[in-house]
Nanobody
């Protein structure tokens, strides 16, 4: 089992920045990749950014150039730095980990961007 705990969400004005953190614990060896997803009201959950164990990254087109995913292996933590936030970035953001063909999810953290 892998436990994921997100933090760092909140309310920010458009153009502002937030940094989300996701702390992993439990059976964290062999985690192949970690990612951030988001789900806005009435919409499907979508991939925002992902990072593999080899530090390859990929981003949704809508956040490229504004968001950065990174990891601190010593702290077993993945971050999502979000800059130039837009109202359309408002959503619940979820951390996810993939280990041995199983996906694990955090509880989510709310990000609200006001115009």
């Amino acid at each position: 089992q892998v436990q994921l705990v997100e933090s760092g969400g909140g309310l920010v004005q458009a153009g502002g920045s937030l940094r989300l953190s996701c702390a992993a614990s439990g059976s964290i060896s062999s985690i192949a990749a970690m990612a951030w997803y988001r789900q806005a009201p009435g919409k499907q959950r979508e991939l925002v950014a992902a990072i593999t164990s080899g530090d390859s990254t990929n981003y949704a087109d809508s956040v490229k150039g504004r968001f950065t995913i990174s990891r601190d292996n010593a702290k077993n933590t993945v971050y999502l730095q979000m800059n130039s936030l837009k109202p359309e970035d408002t959503a619940v953001y979820y951390c996810a980990a993939r280990r041995m063909l199983t996906n694990y999810w955090g509880q989510g953290t709310q990000v609200t961007v006001s115009s």
